[in-house]
């Protein structure tokens, strides 16, 4: 069975701070892949990120960036100067390839962010 | 425009009856899925289905049903067997299993 973990419920940072949300993740499946998405309060999700296993190379997009380190198993997102209209609850997914549960994500709980002015 | 389209945005139920969410997409995706997500907490897969006129049932499915007649169509009926259904209800879809899921903008359900 998968899990991911975010242990961080509620994050609150003024404008402009850099903030990293945490991610761990929990897999017997050599091949998986890790997705980061984010939910505004209008409630559809956000796609933000899809990595596989084979490649932890770290990512970055305009003030966003994704650390992926399977030795600890962390699928870390950093938000550089961040903006009030990052405001939303970020999640982290695992699907893995392969058996019954191909294809299905599996959601941690959630990371709130509220970016204040 | 492409996307998945769920509706209704809103709905409200009296216990005992029985509700379909409808779920749309025009993305030519083969595989479809239906997720619920409660106050404060991450989303749980109910059904998925990878292809037309199959699907399998998610970590919850005791209480709803689905049907899949049509690539791009896969209704949600959520009967009145589901002791708690007031949640927010998200269907998603990707071009097959194991590669990216998008999501639709959801339906909230509440009974009353």
């Known amino acids: 069975a998968q899990k991911v973990t975010q242990a961080q419920t509620e994050i609150s940072v003024v404008e402009k701070e850099d903030v990293t949300l945490d991610c761990v993740y929990e897999?017997?499946?050599?091949?998986?892949?890790l997705f980061w998405y984010k939910q505004p309060p209008s409630g559809e999700l956000v796609f933000l990120i899809r990595r596989n296993s084979f490649d932890e190379q770290n990512e970055i997009s305009g003030r966003y960036s994704w650390n992926f380190q399977k030795s600890t198993s962390s699928f870390n997102f950093t938000i550089t100067a961040s903006q009030v209209v990052d405001s939303a609850v970020y999640f982290c997914a695992l699907s893995v390839a392969g058996g019954t549960s191909y294809g299905k994500l599996t959601f941690g709980q959630g990371t709130i962010l509220t970016v204040h002015p | 425009d492409g996307g998945i389209t769920q509706s209704p945005k809103y709905l409200f139920r009296k216990e005992g009856q029985n509700v379909t969410l409808s779920c749309e997409q025009n993305l030519n995706h083969d595989a479809m899925y239906w997720y619920r997500q409660d106050p404060g907490q991450g989303l749980r897969l109910i059904y998925y289905s990878q292809i037309v006129n199959d699907f399998q049932k998610g970590d919850i499915a005791e209480g709803y049903s689905v049907s899949r007649e049509k690539k791009e169509s896969f209704p949600l009926t959520v009967t009145s067997a589901q002791k708690n259904p007031t949640a927010f209800y998200l269907c998603?879809?990707?071009?097959?299993?194991?590669?990216?899921?998008?999501f639709g903008e959801g339906s909230w359900l509440t009974v009353v």
């Open positions: 998603a879809s990707s071009i097959a299993a194991g590669n990216t899921i998008y």
């Open positions: 897999t017997r499946d050599t091949t998986y892949y």
